[in-house]
């Protein structure tokens, strides 16, 4: 008899919201991400690509049934989804580092499109905590999204204790 896969967390330690994302394998790889921490993912329209595109499901594997995602016609329509979180926007200009924030459940990750970054009306959005970054060398531009996020995620879940870890 196959063991069965647990549930995915009915409470997510984290919300990983990716700002109109443009390039279908970072969201299938954020997708896996989701599946396999427990976090949850929203998409803020527009998209650049259709959710039905073979990059997104070929990066994202099998794991699309294992992760819960939200696709959200605007950033304030993403928001109100999540009326009391607190709002982490990551962005190369900022002088809070993740490895700073004392994360708590239920916490918005935001992250903004892969060419740009997040727009300043964004970061600028009443609702945003905090402006963090990633640490990088000098005269780099940014991280890939996803290796962003995934790096953001697991600091998250490492301070709540790896809830549903095995």
């Known amino acids: ?55 997104l499901k070929r990066a994202g594997l099998d794991y699309h049934d294992l992760a819960v995602v939200d696709v959200h016609p605007s950033f304030d329509a ?25 994360y708590r459940p239920g916490d918005v990750l935001l992250f903004g499109p892969e060419p740009t970054g997040l727009p300043e009306e964004a970061m600028e959005h009443p609702r945003v905590t905090d402006r963090v970054k990633i640490p990088m060398l000098a005269g780099r531009r940014s991280l890939n999204l996803t290796n962003a996020a995934s790096i953001v995620v697991y600091e998250a879940w490492r301070q709540a204790g790896f809830p549903g870890a095995s």
């Open 78 to 102: 993403a928001l109100d989804a999540l009326p009391d979180a607190r709002v982490f926007a990551f962005t190369a200009h900022a002088t809070t580092t993740y490895t700073d924030v004392a």
């Open 1 to 55: 008899m196959p063991d069965q896969l647990p549930a995915t967390p009915p409470s997510p330690f984290a919300h990983v919201v990716y700002y109109e994302p443009r390039i279908p394998g970072n969201t299938g790889s954020a997708i896996r991400l989701a599946a396999v921490t427990g976090a949850r993912l929203h998409l803020v329209e527009p998209l650049g690509f259709d959710l039905s595109e073979a990059k």
